[in-house]
Structure formats: structure tokens, C-alpha cells
């Protein structure tokens, strides 16, 4: 049995053992009050410099009154930790490589991987390099989160089951949690391009690839190993949305809208939280990420903000083959393994970054070393950057904001009162050639050079006020840059969509912008049924089961919606030709890894009509009988394509069931504007990675603010919160955060106060 078998045995036996006779097979909590929630915060002894109230909705979406900035960011960390304590405490494990000391054994490969990626590389130099404001801040919000996690009375579950301890929040993990969101997605694709690089045709194919511009990012197929990792960067790395300006020549109400819905992992409880603080100098309302203290979308009383993820060129794999063994740095680090043996591991490092290939699910005994070269291992100010956003007032300040902003590059778009829309290019990207890159790896002298100077958001694309009066960003290719902002890019399907709603009329209202946010159109999808339609035509099939495929494919809309068979038609056939057909042009291999590009559907299009129709009717015919058979086990799409909401702790043995909530029928697809991201295949599966939020800002009123979390705001099981709001994004409906202070004082009915002479909450 091999080290890694031999592990994962031991892990799940002595796992399954350890649960069967410890507290950890507890039942959930009972059902939980909005009421009860808010009288467990420990409101007393919190020293702050004024009065801070909470007000709190139906919902437990909080709006904080601060009479003073410097309590501002306490207040922030102490409804962070009420909230979300959980999830912060298990986020903060994963981004330091320390998942063995919850799950065991079996998280001892992807921990090594976290360590060589050492997201905290660069958090003490980022610590001691704080301005005076940021540090602030952050010592403020810390400071929140801790009284919380000492002094409430009874803990989140998942202190018990995971074996978490009260461990004090540093300066230092919010910093390093903000480098595990700004993961660089285009690790996920390097892990794919990797795999085909000792091909005879890699040097073609490689070209092809690039010239694309083909992204691979989610992928959950694979290897199991592999697919977590990529699964779990996915999830909490932002690296997928959508995001809309409109001016107001183009509404209804005569002002600009603004508009995002971000895709992360599908999971409870939701990686954002709604919010609103007003304190002398913030006024803000928006999506916050709990254990960041910032607000990555939102608006105040000027301006609306969002983004997408740019799929930035901020990292290089650099050829680390021919180095000397003298320059390369060797460390030890010990992984603690819950119910286990602790592990030692050695990481390696250059000059240009940890020696990535290393790690267990990218090692290959015949492969090259390479190092990673990352943006995110240098010093930067994300948190002072976003901190500025939430001030601005102008478009001017709102640019000027981003220049000590790095990772993960974004697309930000802009909205004011006065009717401008703006986009930047918040990021800092190595000076390098815009020539087409040779290789996925490049050697050290070439990474030298283009790293030497850095290029930042001062001297990268602007536009501001459009002709056309819209912008749109989708994880689309960028404008052209005097440096490559990326190589590898989402499918061109959302942005297509996206100005085909927006143009249909010649204004829209908030209806048309919640209508557009829940569209499952797909157009590569229509695109590539067209080009296949007419050579499964000249198959003549006889077979009636294989009949009614083609004939349910021909007259499918090309919308995925729950109710369709189209869609299930075109998706079983496609599964099933999509895998066979990239047998016939890169072999078995390396079919995976071909048919899992993000691009694979115009990438087959081109190769239909360079196969010989022999060739492609081969696989043409094999996948028709295999879709005619599945379908008799679905009615509609829905029916295979599903929504399950569950806890990260619902992967454990013997517990998980237990945390798996909820089971939908859901439309979408990878790549509609409505994302549920999942696997090709041809069975009942969960979607994992998608539209988990959606936001909509009309700028002609302060309070005309619309939110929805595809779960709730609190991440205490079985609360009356915990996934309240599933309804509504399944419906369409959003819940309203208005931003005049009168109006919350009076809507938001429950208050927690602090600072008082005498502190209450919860009425």
C-alpha cells in the first residue's frame, strides 16, 4: 500500500473510531431565536471611546452607529466573530496550513501544499510596513474579535468537532487571511497545463491555448486529491463574478445603477456577510468577507463599488531545474495531525519563490522543478486601499485608492450620484513584454527582468462614462495594457449575454437588473449544439431513444432552466461526446485534462471542423446511445443539476450527513450569468461554485439598497438566520439595507449597545 493510501486508511479508520466514542456525535443545536442569538454577545467590558449601537433586521444583517472612528472596526470584529466565529476560525487554519489539526491525516497532503504556498510570506513585513491608519484598524478589529471569542459563554460548533481552541486573533492572520481571498487563480490552471506539457504538440498547443486565452478555473474533475485542492482555492479565493455600471442615460430612474454578484464556493455558511456602519467618517453598506474588516462591494453616500476578478498575469513558474543546490533555502515545518502522528515536511525555497513543484499533488518524479514567483508574497495594502474605496467621493480618489492594492488583481467598476461610471485595473502586475509567453514555465533570467519593476493601477487601463452608457466585467480578457494583464480568461458567455439584456431596452430599472442576475442562458452552449446538429443529422439513427435526444437538442433554447430537457438532452449527450471526442485528438491520457479547459466548447468547434467525419462520428454515435439511456432517469434539468448547501464539515466521515442542509433543484450552469459551476458528467451532481450573492445599488436614492446571500447571516447551525435568505435567492427577492440613518433606527428594530452606562441587546 502506498504512503498516501496507507495514510488515508489509518486517518478514516482511526477517525471513525475516535467519533464513535467522543462528544463530536452531539446533535446540532436546538432551533435558535433571532433574539437568543443576539443576547449571547458579550457586550460588557469592551473598553471603546464613545457609544456604539448595532442595530439588527429580521435578518441579523447589522448596521453600526459609531460615535467614534476608532470604534468603528471593533464593533465590525465583534459582529464578525458573533456571526461567522466558525467559519473565521477554520479559514484562518487554511490559510496557515493547518486543516490536519482539524480533519486528521487525511488533510496532511494539502497542508504541505498550503505551506509551500506560505500565504503569510510576506504578512510580517506587511505588518511592520502598516500606515498609521491601517494599523489602527486592524489592532481595532482584532481586538473586536477577541473579546468576543474569550468572553461569550457558549462557542460555535465547530469549535467541538473540529478541536479548535480559543486562540487569539493577531494583526498578523487577518493579513494572511487576506492572502489566502487573493489567491491567483491561474495556479488552478497551471495545475492542468502542467499535465500536457511533456506532449510532442505541447509547443502548439500551448500557443493555442494562450492565444485563446482559455481559462480552466473551476475544475472540479480529476484526480480526488488534486480536485480539493482546487476546490478549496476556489472557494474562498474571489475568483469569479459579475458586475455591471449602468449611466444613467440607460435607467429609469434617471441614475446610475450598480450591480455584482460574486461566484465562490456553494457552502453554510456563505463567505459574505451584509452590512451597514455610519461613524464620522465612514458611511458605507455592503458585502464583507468575515475576518477581513473591509467592504469589497458596497456603496456610501457617493459613490457604488464592485468587481471581478481579473485573472491577473501576478504570478510566474519559474524554472528552478538548473539552480544550484547551494541557493536553495531548506526549512522544517512540523504539521500537527489531529489523531495522529505529526508530520515534518521540508519546504524549499529560491530567490524566486518556494519550490512549488514539491508539493505532494503536483510532484511528478520525471518533471521539472519550478518555483512560484507570486505578487502576493511582496508587501501591499490591500486593507488601506479598500478602507480609502469606502471614503471616496469622486472617481479620482477612488483610482488614487487602489495604488497599494495587489492581489487578487481586480476589474473594480465604479457608480456615482452624479452619473459617472468608471473601471480600473486594482492590481500590481511585473513589467513584462506583451509578446505571447514561450512556455508555462519561464527561466529565472526572464523572470528577473520582468519582475524587476512593478506596474500598478496609476498606469493600467481606465474608462470612465462610455458611449454606449454601460460597463460590464465577467473575468472577461481586458482592454490591451502597455503590460499583459493575463493570459487565461473565463468564457465570453456572460459578457455576450450581459449586453445582449442590456440592450434590448433602451433603459432598465431595478427589475431588469434582478431579472438579469437570475439569467441561465448560455450561448457557447447553443453555439456548439449548432455546430454539432447537422452531423448528427447525417448519422440517420434509427433508434427512437436516440431520436428524441437530437430532436430535444434541436429545439432547445439554449436556456438552463430547472424545468428544461433541452438542457438535459444537450448535457447528457455533451458529457458523454465531450470526453470521447477528446480521446480521438489528444488520446486517454491527457482527455481529462484536455476536456476540463475552460474553453473546451469553441476550442471543439474549431476541432470539428478540422476532424474527418469518420473520426467524429465515432464519438458522435457512442455518446448518443449513452445520453438516450441516461435521460429515462431525469425529467428535466433540475432534476440532475442540484443545489446542496452544506457545511465544509459535511465532507467528514461518519458525521457529515449531518451537516448537509439543503437539496434543490437549481438551473444554470458554468457558464451562465447565474453561475452554478459543476462537473461534466452525465449523473445527478452538485454544483459547488457559483452566485452565492447577488447586490444591486440605485444611486438615485440612499436607501434603495438590495442584497441577498444564498444561505443567511448567521453561521450558527440551526439558527433562525442561518439560511433564511435560500428562499429569496431562489425567488429573486433581496433584502433592503437602507442608508439613512433615520430610516434604520427605525426598521432595524432589535439594538446591541456598547460603550453605555449601562450596556443591553437584544430588544
Known sequence: MSRSRLFKFAGLTVLAGLLSACSVLAPLPAETSSEDRL???????????????????DHQVPFIEAEKDADLPVAIGLVHAHLRLGQ???????????????????AADIDEGLRILNFGAAAAEMEAALPADSRAWLEGYVRGVNHYQQNVKMLPQEYRVLGLDREPWTVRDVLTFGRLSGTDVNWLVYGGLLKLRDRDDWPELWARLVKEGTSSVPSFDGNEGQAAFNALLASVSKSGSNSLAVAPSRTSTGAAIMANDPHLGIMAPNIWLIMGVHSPSYHVVGLSVPGLPIFAIGRNPRISWGGTNMRAASSDLVDVSSVPPGEIMTRREKIKVRWWFDREVSIRETKWGPVLSDAPLLKREDGPEFSLRWAGHQVSDEVGAMMKVSKARNFQEFR?????????????????????????????????????????????????????KMTDVSSLPVTVNPADGFLL????????????LGYFFSPDDRMIRMREILTEKSRVDIGDIKALQRDVYMTSSVELRDALMPLLRRLNVADAGQQEIVALMAGWDGHYRTDSRGALAFELFYSAFKKRFAVSLVGERDADTYAGIGRIKSLLIADLERTDAETVAASLRPA??????AIASFASWGEMHRLVISHPMGFLPVIGSRYRFADYPVGGSSHSIMKTAHSTTGERHNTRFGSNARHISDLSDMDRNYFVLLGGQDGWFKSANFLDQVPYWLSGDYVQVPMRLDVVRKSFTRKTVLGASEPGSGN
Open 624 to 629: 448518443l446511445a449513452s445520453a438516450s439511456k
Open 473 to 484: 466585467s465577467a473575468n472577461n480578457r481586458p482592454a490591451a495594457a502597455d503590460v499583459p
Open 400 to 452: 488614487a485608492a487602489f495604488k497599494t492594492f495587489s492581489v487578487s488583481g481586480q476589474n473594480m467598476l465604479y457608480a456615482d450620484v452624479d452619473g459617472n461610471i468608471g473601471q480600473v485595473a486594482a492590481v500590481k502586475l511585473p513589467t513584462r513584454s506583451n509578446d505571447l509567453p514561450a512556455d508555462v514555465l519561464v527561466s529565472p533570467a526572464q523572470s528577473d527582468v520582468a519582475w524587476e
Open 39 to 57: 443576547k449571547a454577545i458579550p457586550v460588557e467590558g469592551l473598553a471603546l471611546a464613545g457609544k456604539v449601537t448595532i442595530h439588527w433586521d
Open 88 to 106: 473565521m476560525e477554520l479559514l484562518r487554519r487554511i490559510s496557515q496550513g493547518r486543516i490536519s489539526e482539524m480533519g486528521g491525516p487525511l
